[in-house]
């Protein structure tokens, strides 16, 4: 069990991406990130201590629960080859890229408010379909299947004030797809496409991004969560987070100010245009109602899913 520790790699975002101007608008900031690197396996070298890092109190509390010895170097006869979480299968390890990746613009970027944001921990732990799946997979390797996700947010980032209790928190939400087209992204926004039986007209089904955040309750389970594992990890370090985490989870009227993030991070399509937004970028979307904060990050990638994959075969491994 260990708190994320690792900084984004030095001048990453200007070696490896084309970052457009941010557009602030009010309560709303969108920033365009395009791939500029010509070596994915160099990205993912450069990206493999802050995913070590990020991963690291999942992979101690997954390897005691289900048997399998955190250190490859006590030999074969006690190392198992079903590791987390470079055992999961390929989708969900791209899901996984996403969420961390998420946490890794935060540390970077400038976001709307220009809050100093925090990630002591992620949550991944509270991924229990992947811990059951690789309880099964270390005793019977042949039942590999596609893994659901984790529910939930999927990362949490704070601001501490001077006592280190917790200012405001970010929610963010992280999509990781093959190829981002246009309707991709709207699908992600605002549900998939469904067929109206008396017009036949298709609409989208309102169960995206933008409405589970519109009917977010605060403060978000995340902040609990975090607060759980806090306890577990550093309670002396953190104990003026954890009890402010209190004060807002048993108030009955919490006042914790939010900002909510999407990343919508993938290959670009082929007929994308570059410098060109998919998420409409000088005004909020007429979709989101929230009352909070809203940032908005794509992120377009060049071989994109070879690099996530050379990612997740290294992690401590070498």
Known sequence: MALHTAQPPNNFLGENFQQYEDVDVGRYRHVLLEAKYNDPASLAAALRPYFESAHLDARTIFHDEIGINLHPDTGPAVASSITYPNSLE?????????????????????????????????????????????????????????????????????????????QRVLAGEAKWR??????????????????????????????????????????????????????????????????????QVLADDPNLPRTNLIVLAGNGGITRENGMPMVIADSPPAEYTSPADLQVVEVIFDQGEAMVDQLYDDLWKA
């Open 90 to 166: 390929l989708s969900a390890r791209r899901g996984l890229f996403g969420e961390v990746f998420a946490g890794l613009l935060t540390q970077i970027c400038s976001y709307i408010g220009d809050h100093d944001w925090n990630i002591p921990v992620f949550l991944f732990r509270f991924h229990n379909a992947a811990s059951e799946y690789l309880y099964t997979l270390k005793r019977d390797p042949s039942q590999e299947r596609k893994l659901t996700g984790r529910t939930g947010d999927d990362f949490i980032a704070v601001t501490l004030d001077d006592e280190g209790g917790i």
């Open 178 to 247: 093959a190829t981002l087209t246009q309707s991709v992204v709207d699908d992600l926004l605002l549900g998939k496409k469904v067929k109206d039986q008396e017009t036949g007209k298709k609409y989208h089904n309102g169960k995206g991004i933008l409405s589970s955040f519109n009917t977010a309750v605060d403060p978000p389970l995340g902040l609990k969560q975090l607060q759980k594992i806090l306890q577990d990890v550093a309670p002396d370090d953190y104990a003026a987070a954890i009890y402010s985490i209190d004060q």
